[in-house]
């Protein structure tokens, strides 16, 4: 940049004489020591400026919907319901992937792990599930209690097992009880009875979320001739041909609707999601909107909406749409403290409940174990509902455990379930 001298030219000229700072600069050492400094502070401009672009990036990139940030990668974490460090359910599935490793190495088959009962608790206004199994041990009890609990420590858990009988332990995450398990001694092995497939067997649906934007995953679910529910999202890039897909495989369509989390805007749920402070209008217009774009969708349920489903006013103003359109809503329940019970009752629109979620954790022996949940919730009440999503993991775990509940499970839609009062 040139400078502006027009001011310099209407002084008078500074005596060469009269020692100041242009005389100075007029040095050879007076230069250098001037440039040096001019140097160093352009660096340190551009070094702030470059800083300050990043940071605004980074913040800017954060304010972006996950589908514009490319959410649809195959590999994508991105989250379906809003993860606290403080959540017992989610420390409870880590305690799970402990005890299935260790049971592996100690060559327990997964289909001699009983899952014997499956008790819904409450701890700090959320609910996880306390678990009771069992399972045959060929070796020494105690180096395996210990080997578990080193796995636990190091999968960052705070947890105990302790004693309670010879053959019984309880193991706590934080001081709370949330497993018992048996360990049988290994005596003589047993023939196995044929299994006869019950035709009142208890009924489950399982729920594939996020389903839209691989094809491919999509047609290996419907391959897997299971009667699994497919979740899509309304503006993914291929809606309408997993809809094809999943209607062509006789299984079931819903919606799954993007919806505040707790954590917005930092998380954001996507593209015409349901935000706390919309106008009636606008939430029943993006409800419609989400239908007309997958319009053989016969339920909606929520992705994220941690906040959302929360706020009784804005759910009232989901149902009125479903209502009219004779469409069920299936809470996903990523909050306790949901309103959709209550608002689906005043609209008297059919409502359905999460029970499990699969894939927290991607491995396919703890999807199994969390399928064995839903499975055992399923006995105990009648019928159960799990949410995944389209992970290889996840798909891969339903083809094993499909096969080896050998009919003892229905897996059906949704809509064939009981709905929740």
Request: hydrophobic fraction near 40%.
């Amino acid at each position: 940049m040139e400078l502006n001298t027009s001011d310099q030219n209407n002084k008078p000229e500074i005596p060469e004489n009269n020692p100041g700072i242009r005389a100075y600069l007029s040095k050879p050492f007076g230069i250098a020591i001037a440039t040096i400094a001019t140097a160093s502070f352009i660096c340190m401009i551009i070094a702030l400026m470059i800083f300050s672009d990043s940071n605004s990036i980074a913040e800017h990139k954060e304010s972006i919907p996950l589908e514009q940030q490319g959410f649809a990668s195959e590999n994508s974490t991105n989250p379906y319901e809003e993860i606290e460090q403080d959540d017992l359910e989610d420390l409870v599935k880590i305690a799970d992937l402990s005890l299935i490793n260790e049971l592996k190495s100690a060559d327990v088959s997964m289909s001699d792990l009983k899952l014997e009962d499956v008790t819904l608790k409450k701890y700090h206004g959320r609910f996880f599930h306390f678990q009771q199994l069992r399972f045959p041990l060929k070796g020494n009890k105690q180096s395996f209690i210990k080997s578990v609990n080193n796995r636990l420590t190091s999968a960052g858990l705070t947890a105990s097992i302790q004693k309670v009988a010879d053959d019984c332990w309880l193991l706590s995450i934080n001081k709370v009880p949330t497993h018992k398990f048996f360990i049988d001694t290994v005596t003589q092995q047993e023939e196995t009875a044929e299994l006869k497939i019950d035709p009142n067997a208890p009924k489950m649906a399982i729920v594939i979320d996020d389903m839209g934007e691989n094809v491919n995953i999509a047609q290996k679910l419907a391959d897997l001739n299971v009667h699994i529910t497919f979740s899509i999202w309304p503006n993914s890039s291929h809606a309408s041909e997993v809809a094809r897909i999943g209607k062509r495989s006789n299984n079931e369509i819903m919606i799954h609707l993007p919806m505040q989390p707790k954590g917005y805007p930092k998380v954001h749920p996507g593209a015409d999601a349901l935000l706390i402070g919309m106008n009636a209008k606008t939430i029943q217009q993006r409800v419609l909107d989400a239908i007309k774009k997958i319009p053989d969708a016969t339920g909606i349920n929520n992705h994220m909406g941690s906040r959302f489903t929360e706020n009784l006013v804005g759910m009232q103003e989901v149902m009125i749409p479903l209502h009219q359109k004779k469409i069920f809503f299936l809470d996903s329940r990523t909050t306790a403290k949901s309103t959709a019970q209550e608002a689906a009752k005043k609209a008297n629109v059919t409502l359905y409940e999460r029970n499990i979620f699969l894939d927290n954790v991607k491995d396919v022996s703890a999807i199994k174990f969390q399928l064995a949940k839903a499975a055992k919730i399923a006995r105990t009440r009648g019928q159960s509902i799990a949410i995944g999503h389209p992970h290889p993991e996840t798909i891969e775990a339903i083809r094993q455990w499909a096969i080896e509940s050998n009919g003892r499970i229905r897996i059906v839609p949704v809509r064939k379930l009981t709905p929740h009062r």
